[in-house]
Structure formats: structure tokens, C-alpha cells
């Protein structure tokens, strides 16, 4: 446990769905995290969390919010879920952490940031991979000019869609959802701590499939009216000069998938799905014929929780966190930015500033926190 720490953060669970699970159970191995409680709309799936993970309560969301153990709620709800939940839980006088995106729209994930201030918590959000070996190894090859000046990136996310197999995959096609919501915030994120803040993007976003048909077994056969783009191309300059492409796709087949690739004057670097926090990063220099592996950053490996775990040792001790609720905030506004974009056939300029986090140094802050 770090000096100072004092007793682990009491966290709460609201959503006991299939990502629950890959917050948990890497969660159990941070010092700085005590799982106090769980809650879902459906009562039997929190029960059923509670009992794999020795969570010793399962209850409603009321009952969370009231319980004074409960410091940090972790919202892991549908996104149209995010808003209205979060605004419960600062109003509980608690702080949050939302898995991704913060909300469905800018307006909303103004006002949740505004909350916070209000009540002086905490909001962090998801995703939290790029602080993994990965991001974070190509991260520091570009900041000590291994490949010279950035000048473009390729991001690459093309898929067919989840209704074949995800259990309940509706979401994924209303708003808030789409490849732009669902998979865009790990791209995005990724390339603002690549490559900082983006000067302006435009977009083309279109319903390729409007309507699609549930294959996954308790839902078979049922059809879902698709109410949001399910395709998107755009490209983005960034204040570093960089300007590139990203296509984010549920309607396409064999397409490039967890593609991520930043061009510079003196070389190239292959990066990982950044969906994932670990895996190898690829250089390959401007006039050399081969790819190399580079020396990761660290060798520690992180899995999601880790952006929690930091947020609960600020809670403790002070001081800023990296999966925080302002670069959530920035992402959010990126992602309406692209659907304006489209819209209105214009540029568009963030609205919300950004600030790049300090690059995980060593990976030592986090070995720290782990049991």
C-alpha cells in the first residue's frame, strides 16, 4: 500500500453486465480498491456478481447511493444510463467513474462536469488503456523524436457489428452507441496522448444498415431499428501538424481491425489495438527495409481498472489522475463533433480545450498499488 494511503476506497458497482467483470477482477488487485457493493436493473445478475467476486452486498441503486462505504461509484450502465446516474451519485455527495463514453451528448457531459465542480468530486472515465505498455511505449518513442515530426496516422476500426453474438446489443445502435461512441473513444484517446490536441476534423456518417437482427441466443430473431450512424470516415488535423485518417465501421466485412498507425519525417511505428493495454510496439525508419519491436516503456501489465485505481489514490492523497472526467469530456466532444461535421458539411473546431496527462513513467506509480 502507498505511505499515506490510509484504508482502501470503498467503490460501488452500478451495472452487473459483461463488462463487469473485466473491471473486477483485475480491480482485486489494487491495495486502493475495496468492492463494497453491486446493483443492477436486474437484481439476479447482481447477485451473481456479488458471489463470483465476494462483493458483500447486492442491492439497488438507491440503497448504493445511500450507503455511506460506497465513496466512488463505478457507473458501468448503458450509455443513455450514464447521465442521469452520474447526477445521482454527485448529488449522493459521491464521486464517479464512468466506463466510456462520460455521456451521449456534449451538453450532458458539461453538466455532469459542472456537477462535480459544484460538489468539489471526482470524475473519471474510460477508457483508461493508454496507459498501458503500449500506448505508453509509442507515446515515448514519439515525444524523444524517434520518428521525427508526426505527419499523419492511419485509425482503423471496421467490423460487421455485435448483434450476432453480444447478448443484449441493442445500445450499440442507438444514440450514444455506434462504432463513433462504442469503439471511437479508445482510438481518439489513444491519439490525443499520441499526438495532443486536434486543431479541427471533419466527417461523413451515414445508417449503412438500417436494420439489423439479433443472432445471440436470448434475443434471437428480434429486429433492431438502427437510430445512429453505423459508419463514419473522417480526418483530423492536429495542433502538431499531423493530420490523418480514422474510419470507425460496424457495416463492413474483412476490413482492417485495431488498426493504429502514426507516420513521421524519419519513420513509422505500428501500435497495438489500442482497445488493449499491452502488446508490442513496430518502428520501422525511413530508410531501413525491416520492422523492429521497440523496448516496451515498462513491463508491468494493466488491465482496465488501473484508470480507477489512480483516481482512488488521488481521492486519497491528492493531486490529478490520467482516465479523468475532462479528457472524457474532450473525447465526447470530438465524437459530437464528427456527427456535426457530417451533418453541416463544415469543419468543426473543439469546443473543449485539452491537455495531455503526464505519460506513465515507468509504470512504478501503479506497481505500488498493487497487492
Same mark, same amino acid.
Given at each position: 500500500?502507498?505511505?499515506?494511503? =490510509?484504508?482502501?476506497? =470503498? ?31 436486474? #437484481? ?11 462483493? #458483500? ?7 448504493? $447511493? ?5 465513496? *466512488? ?27 466510456? #463514453?462520460? +455521456? ?36 515515448? @518513442? ?8 508526426? *505527419? ?7 467490423? #460487421? ?41 471533419? !466527417?461523413?456518417? @451515414? ?5 439489423? &437482427? ?8 428480434? *429486429? ?8 463514419? &470516415? ?7 501538424? +499531423?493530420? =490523418? ?6 457495416? &463492413? ?24 493495454? &499491452? ?17 516496451? !516503456? ?9 484508470? $480507477? +485505481? ?12 490520467? @482516465? ?9 466532444? $470530438? ?7 457530417? +451533418? ?8 473543449? !480545450? ?18
Amino acid at each position: 500500500m502507498l505511505p499515506n494511503m =490510509g484504508k482502501p476506497v =470503498g467503490v460501488g458497482v452500478i451495472g452487473c453486465g459483461s463488462v463487469a467483470c473485466q473491471y473486477l477482477k483485475p480491480g482485486g488487485a489494487f491495495e486502493c480498491l475495496r468492492f463494497v457493493a453491486c446493483s443492477d436493473i436486474l #437484481p439476479d445478475a447482481a447477485q451473481a456478481v456479488a458471489a463470483e467476486f465476494g462483493i #458483500p452486498k447486492a442491492c439497488s441503486n438507491e440503497e448504493l $447511493l445511500a450507503d455511506p462505504e460506497v465513496e *466512488v461509484v463505478l457507473n458501468l450502465t448503458i450509455p443513455s444510463a450514464h447521465y442521469p446516474l452520474a447526477m445521482a451519485t454527485l448529488d449522493a455527495g459521491k464521486h464517479t467513474y464512468l466506463e466510456k #463514453p462520460l +455521456a451521449i451528448t456534449r451538453e450532458l457531459g458539461l453538466r455532469i462536469m459542472d456537477k462535480a465542480r459544484q460538489k468539489n468530486r471526482k470524475v473519471g472515465c474510460a477508457p483508461d488503456t493508454f496507459m498501458g505498455r503500449a500506448i505508453q511505449t509509442a507515446r515515448k @518513442a514519439i515525444d524523444d523524436g524517434l520518428i521525427g515530426r508526426p *505527419v499523419g496516422f492511419n485509425a482503423f476500426m471496421m467490423l #460487421p457489428g455485435h448483434e450476432k453474438w453480444h447478448p443484449n446489443p441493442e445500445f450499440h445502435y442507438d444514440i450514444g452507441g455506434g462504432p463513433l461512441f462504442d469503439m471511437g473513444p479508445y482510438y481518439l484517446t489513444a491519439l490525443l496522448n499520441l499526438l495532443g490536441p486536434v486543431k479541427r476534423l471533419c !466527417a461523413l456518417a @451515414a445508417i449503412e444498415i438500417p436494420d439489423r &437482427t439479433i443472432g445471440s441466443k436470448a434475443k434471437f430473431g428480434k *429486429v433492431i431499428d438502427v437510430r445512429t450512424p453505423d459508419h463514419m &470516415t473522417g480526418s483530423i488535423e492536429f495542433e502538431c501538424g +499531423a493530420v =490523418g485518417s480514422i474510419i470507425l465501421s460496424f457495416a &463492413t466485412h474483412h476490413g482492417p481491425y485495431g488498426q493504429l498507425v502514426i507516420f513521421g519525417s524519419e519513420g513509422t511505428l505500428e501500435i497495438p489495438d489500442p482497445n488493449h493495454h &499491452t502488446g508490442n510496439v513496430r518502428f520501422r525508419a525511413k530508410d531501413s527495409a525491416e520492422w523492429s519491436e521497440l523496448k516496451p !516503456a515498462f513491463t508491468h501489465e494493466y488491465y482496465r481498472s488501473v484508470g $480507477l +485505481a489512480e483516481m482512488a489514490q488521488a481521492i486519497r492523497n491528492g493531486g490529478s489522475f490520467r @482516465a479523468s472526467g475532462e479528457q472524457g469530456l474532450a473525447v465526447l466532444d $470530438l465524437m459530437e463533433g464528427f456527427l456535426e461535421s457530417s +451533418a453541416g458539411g463544415k469543419h468543426f473546431t473543439p469546443t473543449v !480545450a485539452y491537455q495531455r496527462p503526464a505519460p506513465v513513467s515507468g509504470g512504478k506509480s501503479f506497481e505500488n498499488l498493487s497487492r
